[in-house]
């Protein structure tokens, strides 16, 4: 008898489980199991974990989709051609309803991908053109890089002015050098972001740039780093992504500030700090978006509040004293909104006020100036889309060449 209720009692819980999830369709409305959908991510790196670049996204797309529960495949060592529109095409075929790629030049091949397999969200670091294409499964993300560059700054200006405290300059007033990848907006702004930064703390600052021309060439970015030593910079940073440059710093003993990671292991004697986008906050917002059904925005600019700029723990063996709590306050204040990386009072272009500026935002094949950007006092940057475009040339600030 006793079994007989439990048996009664069982068979009552699945008409009444049955039941429920016929009135939820009936209205409309996802049961549990369909409320969220299943996802399964690509990511698509231009180089491998050698690179400090793609190691930064590599790690950050590990930790998103670990997190979630969600299956993943990573391809590593993708080119900015054909290879790429390729890659994502096999991802495609491996089940991946969301793929993602890193890199500035695989843009076209991934919005091809897009317009072929329109099931698919895809979705591209550091693009420039899913605001002007409109496709609803293509989107462009970026982070306000430039804040983690300009806080960067402030640690190599202090650094600068212990130096000259202390009678350890190589010239008459503070110099600073930087390995650029290319002359593209995305470099140009990072540079001259730092350089505010420095210059926010060390005044007299100026800095030279050499460009290398590729993102990953470990000897022409060593040997570009060597060559701004020579020509008397006082401390380096970079935009490439390579162990050239930090390592050049170090058997020189040159102050170095990184990018997209500490270099301290291999360089305890002269790393200071390095700023870096977390990308994980914006591969987590992709997830969720397609698991709950919801649209992903075009162009998507992470910010400090979200955790999408960082900066890493300070070397103290290098840094100038004093370093980390200047670093909170300018942070606090960045947040807060009363200090703005591109404050047009800071900057002149030729001995002439910076008042004015068309920037390029919808990048179409004439490069043409589109967007006033300078308002309220300052130059607005990543916020008509989330790729930089700030590209004007400071004064202060010398480029050694320019064919890139």
Known sequence: ??????????????????????????????????????????????????????LNFINAAKEASEAAGVEYVLKTNIPEGNECYEAAADLVDQGCNIVCADSFGHEDYLIKAAKEFTDVQFCHATGTKAHTEGLSNYHNAFASIYEGRYLAGVAAGMKLNELKEAGKLKGSVPKMGYVGAYTYAEVISGYTSFYLGAKSVCADVIMDVKFTGSWYDETAEKEA????????????????????????????????VSYNGSTVDACPNTFIVSSRINWAPYFTYVIESVQKGEAIKADWTGTIATGSVELTEVNEKAAAAGTQAKLDEVKAAIEAGTVHVFDTANITVDGKPF??????????????????????????????????????????????NTAF
């Open 225 to 256: 780093a060597q060559a701004l030593i020579d020509c008397g910079a006082d401390l380096n940073s970079q935009h490439a992504d390579s162990m050239g440059a930090p390592t050049a710093c170090e058997n020189a003993g040159i102050p170095d």
């Open 1 to 54: 008898m006793k079994l007989s209720k439990k048996i009664a009692a069982v068979v009552l819980a699945l008409v009444l489980a049955v039941a429920g999830a016929f009135v939820a369709c009936s209205k409309g409305e996802k049961t549990p199991e369909e409320e969220t959908a299943k996802v399964k991510v690509g990511y698509i790196f231009l180089h491998d974990e050698n690179s400090t670049y793609d």
């Open 355 to 400: 008042d004015s500026y068309m920037a390029d935002v919808d990048t179409d094949p004439a490069y043409e100036k589109d967007t006033e950007a300078i308002k309220d006092g300052y130059f607005h940057e990543s916020e008509y889309r989330s790729a930089p475009y700030f590209d004007a040339n400071i004064d202060g600030i010398t480029l050694l």
